[in-house]
């Protein structure tokens, strides 16, 4: 994104069953091994989403997407650069439950993209 792009407010994570389990029964999520190793916690945005999903989680199943409130983390979140030179959102520090506006199982369209999860 250029520095004339407004950022999205939203962004996503993709966690394992027990991750979002453990996320709603904790309120919190520390990170994924991989979270943990790099120091933050990957995020993407709704662009970014499925390529993600495609890359770093094929084969998995029985996984879950949550959408952050990006306004909500403050200056522990920062854009920075990453696949290809785009711009992800890399949350230093816990994500919170209470910082989720929706969340479900990941599913997909017919076209194969990663459907956003809706707010109830």
Known sequence: MSETTAYPNTA??????????????????????????DGYIHLSTAAQLTETVDKH???????????VDLGAFGDSLKWEESRGGQLFPHLYGPLLLETAIAYGPLERDADGKVKLPVAG
Not at 19 to 28: H, K, N
Not at 57 to 67: I, K, N, P, T, Y
């Open 57 to 67: 989680f094929a084969g998995q199943s029985d996984l879950h997407l949550v959408a």
């Open 12 to 37: 996503y994570k993709v966690l394992t069953a027990d991750q979002m389990a453990a996320l709603e029964r904790d309120g919190t999520f520390a990170g994924a091994p991989v979270d943990l190793a």
